[in-house]
């Protein structure tokens, strides 16, 4: 989780390999996994399905509401969402009250509900066909859910979980956790392999779109490039090439062959993955903030992305700016200003448009190539903690302090 939502909400060498699971070149079959582990316990108790608890746009006291639904079952802050991708129909929501929901986005209707967590619901996402969702709390338990049966069909309990992702082409589940592992599961299989490193947090992980390789950042500043089939480390930077503070987030372009890090250093990087060369360094100069000691503070990264239709990059600032540079030459295009410091960035999958969520509680849609706002959108109370958006770029999500997620409709000249 980064910086911005921990100041929000207030949460709390050699590389050595044990297992591996053997990813073929096309989706892995369990004939294709290596030694299974002990077995797991499965848990077949479904969540209790439940359609109440949302309201329309009309029903809120905000003073501006611009959001076409509300969804208010969860009873605290609403710390992560996402949309199923083979449909973008349905949303999953995870919070503060121990739960997740998944829900659909076209009325709020409960679909089921992803009981027996132990803490806040940080992760929760679908498997690349839709047929899963896996939620994780801050604790270590996570979850997996059918979702055409609506029950929990697997679970397994590991460290305090930093991030959690499916794999692109295959039902195989990727988790980072506080001691520095990667763990990797085939599901509902549940056979479990997991990468070592150093003994520091692995703050962020991304598979890479081949499905062979993952990134995965660490507290110390150092990136490694994992070779899911053969097990190693192909690469690692740290050091000076490295960052010094620790990873807040990760990106990689649509090939996977650059991945882009941001750090609590202030800066973000350029990495070639198949090099594992250092390719840019992004600062944005006068950012930097005085503390009460006189010690200069840095202004962390909070978010990173890849526009997928020119040579754009963002970088997102916990002070608020948003920095577009362009890929090619590495210069700052443009440098904007949000009202807040900013949580999380999205790029829409096929324009120009970047999406930023803030403290502020607005949506902020900015066009890439001009670097001017294109529109704002709000209606929550409280910081926004995360948002997606659909492939077509009509329509986002928004999961909130204040308790609620939002669906917004997303409306531009150009369209």
Request: negative net charge; proline residues 2%; charged residues 25%.
């Amino acid at each position: 989780m980064d910086n911005a939502q921990e100041n929000a909400i207030e949460l709390h060498g050699d590389e050595e390999i044990v297992e591996v699971i053997d990813l073929d070149e096309t989706e892995p079959g369990p004939e294709d996994l290596a030694d299974v582990l002990d077995d797991v316990d499965f848990e077949e108790d479904p969540g209790n399905a439940d359609d109440e608890g949302w309201e329309t746009d009309n029903e809120m006291e905000a003073d501006q509401d611009d959001s076409e639904l509300t969804f208010s079952s969860h009873k605290g802050s609403v710390f992560c969402v996402s949309l199923d991708p083979a449909t973008n129909t349905m949303a999953v929501t995870g919070g503060e009250d121990d739960k997740a929901y998944v829900w659909r986005v076209s009325d709020g209707e409960v679909l089921f509900e992803c009981t027996g967590h132990k803490d806040s619901v940080t992760c929760a996402l679908f498997s690349h066909d839709s047929s899963l969702v896996a939620t994780g709390d801050m604790s270590g338990m996570i979850k997996v859910w059918k979702v055409e049966t609506k029950e929990e069909i697997w679970s397994f309990e590991v460290g305090d979980l930093e991030w959690l992702e499916w794999h692109p082409c295959a039902p195989v589940l990727l988790a980072g956790t506080d001691d520095g592992n990667m763990w990797m599961w085939k599901v509902p299989a549940g056979d479990c392999k997991t990468f070592q490193s150093a003994a520091c947090q692995a703050t962020s992980g991304k598979v890479l779109p081949d499905g062979k390789r993952a990134v995965v950042g660490y507290e110390d500043g150092s990136v490694r490039v994992w070779d899911l089939k053969q097990g190693n480390a192909v690469h690692v930077i740290k050091g000076q090439d490295g960052h010094q503070g620790a990873l807040t987030c990760l990106a990689c372009n649509k090939d996977g062959s650059l991945v882009l890090t941001g750090s609590v250093d202030g800066g973000a990087k350029l990495i070639n993955t198949i090099t594992g060369k250092v390719l840019g360094a992004f600062t944005v100069d006068g950012i930097a903030k005085g503390s009460k000691d006189g010690e200069e503070e840095t202004n962390s990264v909070e978010s990173v992305g890849f526009c997928n239709i020119l040579p754009l990059i963002a970088v997102a600032y916990l002070d608020g700016t948003l920095a577009i540079y362009d890929l090619s030459t590495q210069i700052l295009r443009h440098r904007c200003q949000d009202e807040a410091g900013i949580v999380h960035l999205q790029w829409e999958e096929s324009s120009s448009v970047v999406s930023t969520c803030s403290l502020d509680g607005a949506l902020r849609l900015w066009d890439g190539r001009s670097g001017n706002m294109v529109s704002e959108y709000r209606g929550h109370t409280a910081e926004i903690l995360d948002f997606t958006i659909n492939r077509e770029g009509t329509m986002a999500v928004t999961a909130s302090g204040d308790n609620q997620a939002k669906v917004f409709c997303l409306q531009r000249p150009d369209r």
